[in-house]
């Protein structure tokens, strides 16, 4: 797409009316469709699931997988950047400022990076900040707001390498092999919406500023929840087109109504009526 582009530039005048650089676009290749995600059908965590997830990471780290499945849907790295003061727990905001990456082509040691468009203050539920409290006093310096919240064994940073390694022996005790660190940032949405969260809310919760993202990528299909849904609709539905059909009027409410419209009927002839008299008067 991005050698596509450069040729289209390459045949157009320029801004400033010089000739293009080639005649014709030699690009002539179909660009393919761009693959399905394999991802895309791994089912949100369950309850009891991220309880075995939480019960199995170290204590260190175990807050990592309850703010990812419940606080924000926070990227692995952005979980690695967080610092102690990023959390605002007097007001319950949490705040997205960085990411941690281990630089150019990946390489070197893991360190702390700026991030623009995921930049956010996100909601820390109420249930989490008991939890969240914990953690600060027993692992962090509160006294140093930039220290890490999640604070490595034997490096300054942690990396995304080390969660994720983690995250992969919690994930067997839970029996969710099928499931990456990446998918609780999914599971959030998923469930978001499920729990009535508008698609902007979604949105903004994960730091999108596509649509398309956000419901190709981290809106996952819920089997359960859309049997209820189509059950609740077809009931409402028919409960309701049946009820009209179902009631029956009295005999004297039908005799009530066609006297009531004899009686408009015939005021209505002794009008016509009085109408072509004076018709026939003019006349």
């Known amino acids: 797409m991005r050698l596509k582009a450069v040729f289209r530039s390459a045949t157009t005048m320029s801004m400033d009316g010089s000739p293009p650089l080639l005649k014709d676009n030699p690009f002539i290749f179909p660009i393919p469709p ?66 941690v990456n281990r630089g150019h082509l990946d390489r070197g040691e893991a360190r702390f990076a700026k991030t623009k468009r995921s930049v956010r203050d996100l909601p820390i539920p109420d249930a989490l900040v008991d939890m969240i409290r914990e953690h600060l006093h027993t692992f962090c310096d509160l006294d140093d707001p930039t220290s890490p919240v999640f604070v490595p064994r034997r490096v300054k940073v942690m990396s995304q390498t080390t969660l994720e390694a983690q995250f992969a022996r919690a994930r067997k005790k839970a029996g969710r092999s099928d499931l990456m660190l990446h998918d609780l940032r999914a599971s959030h949405a998923t469930l978001l919406m499920l729990k009535g969260g508008t698609l902007r809310e979604v949105m903004n919760q994960l730091g999108h500023a596509s649509e398309k993202v956000a419901i190709k990528h981290y809106q996952r299909v819920v089997a359960e929840h859309q049997r209820q849904i189509v059950n609740l609709l077809a009931d409402e539905f028919l409960q309701e087109a049946y009820a009209e059909g179902t009631q029956t009027d009295s005999l004297e409410d039908i005799v009530n109504v066609t006297e009531q419209r004899v009686r408009e009927l015939t005021r209505m002839i002794a009008d016509f009526k009085q109408a072509i008299d004076e018709l026939n008067l003019a006349s």
């Open 34 to 99: 761009e693959p399905d995600s394999v991802r895309e059908d791994i089912p949100p965590v369950t309850p009891k699931q991220l309880r075995v997830l939480a019960e199995n990471m170290p204590d260190y780290t175990r807050l990592t997988v309850f703010l990812s499945t419940l606080a924000g849907g926070l990227r692995c790295g952005e979980l690695c950047g967080l610092q102690v003061g990023d959390i605002d727990l007097d007001n319950k905001i949490l705040r997205v400022r960085r990411s």
